[in-house]
């Protein structure tokens, strides 16, 4: 992986991480054109830059993290608890999983529900929570298992999340922040699992490559949050859901 890989790559998880289309998605497809094999340690930096752009979310977020809002994050962790699980006991097959077309099915999938979640599933948004420390735990528990399907690559954690969170009667914009605090505890867990499994196989070479795309993630994450979030205000998801299955039909155009 060169120095150029590593800042297209980063460019690309900061910018899809918090949006609902697939980080992971976008990040294998971007391997493909750049001639980048899916081995362990390209993994493994995929895994480490997605954590970069997590920490994005600590800066813009640094009320929430203290120990004042210990009930929210009681709530974090519980939505986090069924991705975990399910995530420790079956990881070696959802490795399997990472396909083009799977990417490309899933991403038509993720579409077409946000374009029906939009029409059909959202009520008056008068009486959506818009505060995400009101949510319940029962809410919260939702969202988790909704979080599970973002195990298929292609589907996008956050659009899971986000999807579910809707589902449970939270606004577009706490279903967003939602969103990005849930996902501190499950990258630091991915993060942690694969540095340990797969430190050995950095060199010198790696460690710098690998700087340059947390470093470039990091800051691209910084402004995506902060732009989706205005969007938000405006906007739905539609926009999200129609690219998707345009994104999904040239992917299978593309490769098959």
């Given at each position: ?26 990040l ?9 094999e ?60 990472f ?12 579409g ?39 195990l ?47 430190y ?34 405006k ?7 129609i ?14």
């Amino acid at each position: 992986m060169t120095i150029f890989d590593s800042i297209t790559l980063g460019i690309i998880e900061g910018f899809t991480e918090f949006l609902p289309i697939s980080s992971t998605g976008h990040l294998i497809v971007a391997s493909e054109f750049l001639g980048l094999e899916q081995s362990n340690i390209n993994k493994a930096y995929e895994v480490i830059i997605q954590f970069a752009a997590i920490l994005a979310v600590v800066l813009n977020y640094k009320e929430k993290f203290t120990i004042k809002k210990i009930d929210l994050w009681i709530k974090v962790f519980l939505a986090f608890i069924p991705i975990g699980a399910v995530g420790f006991i079956f990881s070696s097959q959802i490795k399997e999983l990472f396909s083009i077309e799977i990417v490309a099915i899933m991403f038509i999938i993720g579409g077409v529900i946000f374009l029906l979640v939009e029409k059909f599933f959202i009520p008056n948004e008068i009486n959506l929570i818009d505060d995400i420390e009101k949510i319940t735990l029962k809410q919260s528990m939702v969202i988790g298992f909704a979080q599970i399907f973002a195990l298929i690559p292609g589907t996008s954690r956050a659009g899971s999340t986000i999807i579910g969170a809707l589902l449970v009667g939270l606004s577009r914009k706490a279903s967003a922040e939602f969103s990005f605090l849930l996902a501190f505890p499950v990258m630091s867990a991915v993060t942690a699992y694969d540095l340990l499994k797969h430190y050995k196989d950095f060199s010198d070479t790696n460690l710098i490559t690998l700087g340059v795309g947390f470093v470039v993630s990091f800051f691209v994450a910084y402004l995506t949050i902060k732009i989706f979030l205005k969007f938000l205000e405006k906007f739905t998801f539609v926009a999200f859901g129609i690219y998707r299955i345009v994104f999904g039909i040239i992917l299978l155009i593309l490769f098959n």
